[in-house]
């Protein structure tokens, strides 16, 4: 393991291998606020072009919460300063450098959706409103058995999810859990969010981190081209009618169906099935040995 040097400075990053493991510190409440929102645009942004990246896992410097939950002063003093155009009619002001509102916040969780970096969240403990929403924005979830909630809070007070919530969670778990667990604002239990899909695994508090870089590295280990490709697929194709979907699929295989890498692991396959007399996959181990290496060997 690599210690790297915390860059930027809310982020505790390490390296182990392709798979980074960043601890976010947010101040002494935990909260995602928006500098946590620019320092996590600007990580993806820079694993996103880095070729030595295939996956990051998110986990928290704080003993007891994975992301309390937005800093409602920031909600807060948004909506008052809407309030107050509003009333004097006065056009809204060019935001400010390093203004985040929900535009740039969908943004950076959309471009995670849509890039060829695997996005674990490790949740040691309790996860509410933009936590929770940050860690659905994740490709994998992986949370603690004791001590450890995530849900989504926001009608209990006044207001309803903004960072997605509404949009990821339904799709993890299905609309009518989605909604009762919405207009409740209870969390779920560790039990609960594995039972209903809404978190990949649950383990011992003490093996969280190390769970969620088991799995994150054994997905990146796939082609990144391919790893985007498809989670764009899945992502923004599994919503639309599903003519349109299929033309989304079919625009993303063409393109990697013409790419230097799917070429050359195709005409390798090709190869070795000519020296084997038998198709890869189908020969004893092979399939195993693919699956551990991310490609065919």
């Known amino acids: 393991?690599?210690?790297?040097?915390?860059?930027?400075?809310?982020?505790?990053?390490?390296?182990?291998?392709?798979?980074?493991?960043?601890?976010?510190?947010?101040?002494?409440?935990?909260?995602?606020?928006?500098?946590?929102?620019?320092?996590?645009?600007?990580?993806?942004?820079?694993?996103?072009?880095?070729?030595?990246?295939?996956?990051?896992?998110?986990?928290?410097k704080h003993p007891q919460r994975f992301m309390s939950h937005a800093d409602v002063k920031w909600l807060q003093e948004g909506g008052a300063a809407y309030v107050a155009r509003?009333?004097?009619?006065?056009?809204?002001p060019a935001p400010p450098e390093g203004y985040v509102g929900l535009d740039r916040l969908h943004a950076i969780f959309l471009r995670m959706n849509s890039i060829g970096v695997v996005f674990a969240a490790a949740i040691e403990g309790q996860a509410l409103g933009l936590g929770a929403e940050f860690a659905w924005a994740c490709d994998l979830r992986v949370m603690a058995d004791t001590d450890a909630f995530i849900g989504q809070p926001e009608v209990l007070l006044g207001i309803m999810p903004g960072g997605g919530g509404s949009q990821r969670l339904t799709r993890l778990v299905g609309s009518h859990r989605s909604l009762v667990a919405i207009l409740d604002g209870k969390p779920f239990t560790p039990a609960q969010a594995l039972e209903f899909g809404a978190v990949d695994a649950v383990v011992p508090k003490a093996d969280v981190v190390a769970r969620a870089i088991e799995l994150a590295h054994h997905?990146?280990?796939?082609?990144?081209?391919?790893?985007?490709?498809?989670?764009?697929?899945?992502y923004f194709g599994g919503s639309l009618p599903l003519p349109d979907g299929i033309k989304l699929e079919a625009k993303e295989f063409l393109t990697l169906n013409v790419s230097a890498?799917?070429?050359?692991?195709?005409?390798?396959?090709?190869?070795?099935?000519?020296?084997?007399?038998?198709l890869p996959l189908y020969v004893p181990g092979?399939?195993?040995?693919?699956?551990?290496?991310?490609?065919?060997?």
């Open 1 to 60: 393991m690599t210690q790297l040097q915390a860059t930027p400075s809310r982020f505790a990053i390490e390296a182990h291998g392709p798979t980074l493991v960043v601890r976010i510190d947010g101040g002494p409440l935990q909260l995602f606020d928006a500098d946590v929102a620019l320092q996590l645009e600007a990580l993806v942004e820079r694993v996103d072009k880095d070729p030595d990246v295939s996956a990051v896992v998110f986990a928290s």
């Open 86 to 92: 509003q009333q004097t009619g006065a056009p809204p």
């Open 219 to 234: 997905l990146g280990k796939r082609d990144k081209a391919a790893v985007g490709a498809i989670k764009r697929a899945v």
């Open 261 to 278: 890498n799917g070429q050359k692991l195709m005409l390798a396959y090709q190869r070795k099935t000519a020296e084997l007399g038998e």
């Open 286 to 297: 092979g399939y195993d040995a693919a699956l551990g290496a991310g490609q065919v060997v």
